[in-house]
């Protein structure tokens, strides 16, 4: 993998982890991800006016991936409400870049180096180790926890897709996104009513600002790098995100950094370095 992408995707793994974070330390995460979101509509409505529409060959990706995040971020959301994060995160981060490689190698024709196979394989399982650490998932969040990994393969592969027959890759996320959350916003509004909502987003509204922003930038940077190397590896090097969500949940979520997690934290850097060779 080229060194700037590597860098790039390695950045958008730090941001992805930061805002993660941001809404599961929320006393409620669902507030908290209509804080997140609401931030999204006018940002993203502004780019789509400034940049070129999106090959229409794309069209049909965006219509997919607004629905499967839609159920990415409602699943996600009631995933963090109920538990730690650093217990589900490797859940559901762990088995999507297996998944993914599979699926491009048999479908996509994308060359996957024996180095890049290694790679991937090592990154899945640094992270699910760190799951076997902590508290047991709350019995009902693992329906949630299922359709999180489900719905990150799903939409990998079809922004990825998306992404490259867009032609332009930014313009792609921000009519994802504006149509995205301009559905989920209402959703949740709809569900806590405008008091609860809008006295959330006053209370908390640089942290709300902040994480809208850099989950944007993060995932533009992913879509970016999906057309310049396989899928599979994006996605793999994104997950080591896990690590700057074990050190950010031991600082600043009272959550142990035990050393079986050290351990997995090291078996996933190990799984970085070789997707830097592939």
């Not at 993914?100 to 180096?113: A, D, G, H, P, R």
């Not at 959330?200 to 940077?221: C, D």
Request: charged share 10%; proline share 3%.
């Amino acid at each position: 993998m080229d060194a700037f992408v590597f860098v790039v995707v390695l950045s958008a793994a730090l941001m992805h982890a930061i805002w993660n974070s941001i809404i599961q330390k929320s006393k409620n995460s669902f507030l908290e991800s209509f804080n997140f979101g609401i931030w999204k509509i006018p940002l993203t409505l502004c780019l789509v006016f400034i940049l070129p529409i999106p090959d229409k060959s794309s069209w049909p990706f965006i219509a997919c991936s607004v629905c499967v995040h839609f159920i990415y971020t409602y699943t996600l959301v009631y995933s963090y409400n109920n538990n730690d994060l650093t217990k589900v995160y490797p859940i559901f981060r762990g088995a999507p870049p297996l998944i993914v490689l599979i699926f491009s190698y048999l479908f996509l024709n994308e060359f996957i180096s024996s180095i890049g196979w290694l790679a991937v394989v090592i990154t899945s399982i640094g992270i699910l180790s760190i799951s076997l650490t902590g508290k047991k998932i709350d019995v009902k969040s693992m329906f949630s926890v299922t359709l999180v990994a489900v719905s990150i393969v799903a939409y990998s592969i079809i922004d990825g897709l998306g992404a490259r027959a867009s032609l332009n890759s930014l313009s792609y996320l921000s009519w994802v996104f504006l149509i995205h959350w301009s559905l989920y916003t209402p959703f949740i509004l709809n569900r806590y009513g405008w008091e609860a909502c809008i006295s959330h987003t006053k209370n908390n509204l640089i942290s709300g600002m902040f994480a809208s922003l850099i989950s944007f930038i993060g995932y533009s940077l992913i879509l970016w790098a999906m057309t310049k190397v396989p899928i599979a590896y994006v996605v793999a090097l994104r997950e080591t995100s896990i690590i700057f969500v074990g050190i950010i949940g031991w600082l600043f979520l009272s959550e142990k950094l035990s050393k079986i997690k050290i351990l997995s934290i090291i078996i996933i850097a190990l799984g970085a370095v070789l997707l830097r060779l592939s």
